[in-house]
Every structure is written in C-alpha cells, then in structure tokens.
C-alpha cells in the first residue's frame, strides 16, 4: 500500500532529552513537511523539504531539527531547547508543483513528563 | 465559519441537514485552495481542492465555493452523517513570485458536531 507512516504513535519525553519522530512516504513524493497542532490550533510549519539534502526552516522552527537524506524519509528531532514539545505532531509529502495536496501521516503525540 | 488565524469555531447540526463550513483566506494572490478533514487523534485528509480560475466545484455530496472578491471560500456538505463530524481545515497556496517552494497556509478549523 502506498502512503505516509509515522512512528511512534505515542511518545513520552523526559525533559532535557532530545526525541527523533520518524516520516516515512512510499509516494515517491518530493516534498515532505513536519507541523505542529495544539489542541484547538490549527497547524504551524516546523520545516519542510523540497528535495533530498535540503530543507528550509518554517515558522516555528527554533528547538527542532531534520534531515533529508532519502527521498523516503524526513526524521523530526524535538531536542531540549523547544521549551513547550507537547504536542500533536504531523508530517506531510506532496508532488512539487502549485496544484496538488498534501498527504498527512496519522501523527505522533508527544507528551514531555 | 473560520478565518485563517482565529480560534477555532463549532458548527453543530442534525444528521440529515447540509453543513455550510466556511473561510476567509489572507492572501488575494493566493491561487489553489484545499479543504481537509481531520478526526480526532488522525492526520487531516483530503476532501475537495478548487484553483483560483473557478467558482465552485462539486465532489461527492461536497460542494466548495470560492468568492475571490471577499477572499471567502466555502465548503457546503449535503445530508451531514455522524461519519461527517470532524474538525474540517481550509489551506490556501500561493505561487511564489519569484520561484521558490509552494507553502500551503491552513486556518485553525472548523469543529463540525452532527447529532443523530
């Protein structure tokens, strides 16, 4: 089945560590995302990539990293200086080009304990 | 109805009704629109998409109208069913001027609430 996957579902963080989120899209997509949802918010950029090997910052980039290293695959790094991570976390990939739409993952939550 | 930015509205209906969710986009050179629909706890999916060169567009029992004068864009569901309620988030696209990446804006939703 073609598709975009995240991994894990749910994920507990201590605070002070650093977290990896896995997106993984077998769609042969160009260009991947990574969002922020608060509860009753609607989604905030965090990154997004166009192409392998490059990425670009969104609005609220500060405290998170990726990488782009396979077509496949943009990992989101919550490291321990985004103050506030707990949140529902999206990833998205669509076809280069003004007219398609993006395919979500179905999301990891993650709550620092 | 919602607007690009502002909190987040609720829209409650009886099953069978038609639903009108709406939304004010921010930018008038924005050229493609999106209309997602998210359940609680999943990623958003896609409904209906419409280009800045139309007016309305019809899916399956899914309407969307755009009105480019007032920057409003709609999204008309027939006969709502309990499956309907969801949280339903319009996107707008804008076509860089100068090239560079496409980045779809979304607003903060709208709660659709269909009782049986």
């Known amino acids: 089945d073609g598709g975009i996957t995240q991994s894990p579902k749910y994920l507990f963080r201590k605070e002070g560590q650093n977290v990896t989120l896995s997106c993984e899209q077998n769609l042969n997509h160009d260009a991947m995302y990574w969002y922020r949802q608060d509860p009753g918010q609607g989604l905030r950029l965090i990154y997004y990539s166009q192409i392998v090997n490059d990425f670009q910052k969104g609005d609220i980039a500060e405290g998170y990293s990726v990488s782009r290293e396979k077509k496949e695959s943009f990992p989101l790094t919550v490291t321990s200086a985004q103050k506030n991570p707990t949140a529902f976390y999206l990833c998205?990939?669509?076809?280069?080009?003004?007219?398609?739409?993006?395919?979500f993952g179905p999301g990891t939550r993650l709550t620092v304990l | 109805g919602e607007s690009v930015g502002l909190h987040l509205p609720t829209l409650s209906v009886q099953e069978g009704d038609n639903s009108i969710i709406n939304c004010a986009y921010s930018n008038s050179a924005s050229d493609y629109f999106i209309w997602y629909k998210q359940e609680s706890g999943k990623g958003p999916q896609f409904i209906i998409d419409i280009r800045s060169n139309m007016d309305k567009r019809q899916g399956q029992r899914v309407t969307v109208l755009l009105n480019k004068t007032v920057k409003h864009l709609s999204l008309q569901i027939a006969a709502t069913q309990p499956g309907d309620s969801a949280v339903y988030f319009c996107a707008e696209t804008i076509r860089p001027p100068s090239g560079g990446s496409y980045i779809p804006t979304f607003g903060r939703g709208t709660s659709l609430i269909v009782h049986p």
């Open positions: 998205a990939s669509r076809f280069s080009g003004l007219y398609n739409e993006q395919f």
